[in-house]
C-alpha cells in the first residue's frame, strides 16, 4: 500500500495500491509514460493493454477502481511495462490523474481513456517525439468522434457583462493557446504539473476541476496548448460537460477569479468576503471557514501569481 499526498490545503493522504512487474524490455520511446483512465463500468481488458503495449513506450499506467488483483499480477507478467494504479472510486478523475502523474516514471505522461482509440501506431516514435518538444505545462491533441469527424475541444475565456464565459472555438492550428484540456485527455510535463499543483481534488465537478486547473496555470505563467501532431478519436459516445455553477465553482471562483493582482502578486482580500456570503448560499460559518481557508492558499501562492482572469482573456482576442 503507498500513500501520496494530494495539492489540497485541506485533504492531506489519499491511499492507493501498485500493482506492477518488473518493468524491464525495449522501449522504442523512453521519457513518455501512458496513463490509462477507465470508465463504462468494465473491468480491464487484456486486449486493449496488449495493443498499448506495442507502442514501445516507457509504462502503461492503467488506473482502476476494481480489485481483481490476480488477473492483475498475471498481466503484469506478460505485460513487463505495464502498472495497475488501484484507487478508491470515490475520488476525482483530477485526483486519480494527479496520482498517477506523480507514480510515472516519464518525464511526460500523456492521459487518455479506454474509450479512445490513439491514431498513432505505425507512427508512435515521431509524433510523439514532435508532440513533447518545447516548454509547455500540457499539449491537447486532436480529438474526434466515432466517425473520425474532429470535435471542438479548443477553449478560450470572456466576459460578457462581466459575468465569465468559456467560448469554443473551432479553428485548430498547432501550438496554439487553450483554456483547459478537454476530458483531461492532453499530454502532461510531469515535473510542469506537479509544480503547479495538478487538478484540485476537493472539487468533484470535472468542468470546474478543469476549468479551475486550466485557470490556474495561466495566471501561474504556464502554458496549455494544442497539438496537431497527436490524433484520438472516440471509440463511443462523447461524454457531455456539466456546466452549471454548483457548490464546486464556488471553490473555482475563489481560488481563480476572486484575487487581486496587483504589480507581483495577488491577494484575496477580506473585503469580497460579504458579497460572497450572499451569492453562496451557505452559513455565514461554513462560508467564513472556506473563505478562510483559500485566503490562506491564495497567501501562500501570492507570488506565483503573474496575471489576472481580465488581462488573460487578451490571448485569445488577436484571433
Excluded at 474526434?144 to 464565459?165: C, Q, V, W
Aim: aromatic share 14%; charged share 25%; proline share 4%.
Amino acid at each position: 500500500m503507498s500513500t501520496t499526498p494530494t495539492t489540497s490545503d485541506t485533504k492531506e493522504y489519499t491511499h492507493y495500491t501498485i500493482v506492477s512487474g518488473s518493468n524491464k524490455g525495449n522501449s522504442s520511446f523512453e521519457g513518455v509514460s501512458l496513463i490509462l483512465l477507465n470508465r463504462g463500468g468494465k473491468p480491464f481488458k487484456s486486449e486493449f493493454l496488449s495493443k498499448l503495449s506495442e507502442l514501445n513506450l516507457q509504462e502503461i499506467i492503467s488506473v482502476e477502481t476494481s480489485e481483481h488483483i490476480f488477473e492483475m499480477e498475471n498481466m503484469t507478467k506478460k505485460l513487463s511495462r505495464l502498472k495497475f494504479l488501484l484507487v478508491s472510486k470515490d475520488i476525482s478523475v483530477g485526483e486519480r490523474i494527479n496520482i498517477a502523474v506523480k507514480e510515472a516514471a516519464g518525464t511526460h505522461a500523456l492521459v487518455f481513456w479506454n474509450d479512445m482509440n490513439l491514431q498513432i501506431k505505425t507512427q508512435a516514435e515521431r509524433i510523439l517525439k514532435q508532440a513533447v518538444q518545447g516548454d509547455f505545462l500540457c499539449r491537447v491533441p486532436i480529438l474526434m468522434n466515432d466517425r473520425k469527424e474532429t470535435i471542438p475541444t479548443r477553449f478560450a475565456p470572456g466576459y460578457s457583462r462581466k459575468k465569465l464565459e468559456v467560448y469554443s472555438l473551432a479553428a485548430v492550428k498547432n501550438k496554439i493557446p487553450t483554456l483547459y484540456p478537454y476530458d483531461y485527455c492532453a499530454i502532461y510535463h510531469r515535473q510542469s504539473f506537479i509544480l503547479t499543483g495538478g487538478y484540485d481534488p476537493l472539487i468533484m465537478n470535472p468542468y470546474w476541476q478543469k476549468l479551475d486547473f486550466g485557470f490556474r496555470a495561466y495566471l501561474w505563467g504556464e502554458k496549455i496548448e494544442t497539438s496537431t501532431a497527436l490524433r484520438i478519436n472516440y471509440i463511443g459516445d462523447i461524454p457531455r460537460e456539466d456546466t452549471t455553477r454548483d457548490y464546486y465553482y464556488r471553490r473555482f471562483f475563489l481560488k481563480n477569479m476572486a484575487p487581486k493582482f496587483s504589480g507581483d502578486c495577488s491577494t484575496l482580500p477580506f473585503s469580497h468576503f460579504l458579497s460572497f456570503v450572499l451569492q453562496s448560499g451557505s452559513s455565514m460559518y461554513q462560508a467564513f471557514k472556506e473563505y478562510k481557508q483559500i485566503k490562506k492558499w491564495v497567501e501562500e501562492n501570492s507570488l506565483r501569481f503573474k496575471t489576472d482572469p481580465f488581462n488573460l482573456t487578451e490571448l485569445w482576442k488577436m484571433e
